[in-house]
């Protein structure tokens, strides 16, 4: 049998792992940071009426410049955007890797701050991008100090901050992007697909006199649309002109851009459960030490928790118990989603069930 090995791959492929989250039909499934909550019926009516009228145009190429989406996207963004300053794209994961088509590539680094979204260095590899790495403080945070230093060491063209940080929840601070804008001349990109759970600042709000800041969000997460695929980033208009130096031509689908937008004029309904899940979230963190395990502060719709004695036993159990989180790869800790109230319930409740092979020994 021919394997992978076999065939004439690049070299700087070989030996990756693929992205790899499980995907299995479990009842209570909090490990890829979705929404679990079902959008509206009434939103999801208008989305196929808008999808009926969509199929009637496909024997044409969509709108290639998916203008009214991108006008719907400045709307819901709002910070005195306009349709020259979006960008979108199948998932922020394809935004982000035409921005390092643009800006990296063989030859180029984009520095991150591991433990960080494991797609950030998988794009890297897939672009021909080099991956430097830097240490983040105690806590997982990260000061301007010792994001400039790392950007003063590694000199990179592009660097990916992600705020709040997965898989550890970690806001950062408006003061951490400044200061990292002023230390590179290369491209800063803020990951915020979490932004809408968070209370702190976006970095939005940075992004007049900033050309070469990106701030990339998605409709996967708080927008309860993640089968649907839209993600999108805010910049100056040149760095849109260079995105579209690499991106396929019509490459959002006419289906794509009409579900968007019908979603995007129900914003608050599709909105509506992001309160519920925040508090949620709030209550596995008070819940959690009585558990006897330590979660960190999370501005997510997850939370990270360590004190596991055993994080694959205690997935694996959880899992014949129907119920599937993630292992992150951190010694001793797991990373759960916010679900429902009563996925909350019933994740907390299997948790306190497993006890022996469950948490480290105080
Ligand atoms: C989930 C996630 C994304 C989202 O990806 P899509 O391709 O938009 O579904 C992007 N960045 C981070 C940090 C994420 O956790």
Redesign the pocket.
Known sequence: MTSLDDLPIRDDLRGLEPYGAPQKHVRVQLNV?ENTHAIPEAVATDIVMALAGAVMGVNRYPDREFTELRDSLADYLGHGLTRDNIWAAN????VLQQTLQAFGGPGRSVLGFPPT?S?HSIIASGTGTRWVTAERDDGYELSPQTVVAAIEREQPDVVFL?SPN?PTGTPLGLDTVEAAYDATSGILLV?E??AEFADGDTALTLLEGRPRLLISR?M??AFAF?GA?L?YLAADPAVTDALRLVRLPYHLSALTQAAAIAALAHAPEMLAMVEDIKHQRDRMILALPALGYTPLPSAANFVLFGGVADPHAVFEALLERDIIIREVGIPHHLRVTAGSDAETTLFLDALGQLESIGRIAP
């Open positions: 940071n998932g922020s994961n394809e979204y797609m992600c997965n990951d697909a979490y998605t996967s997460k993640a695929r993600g």
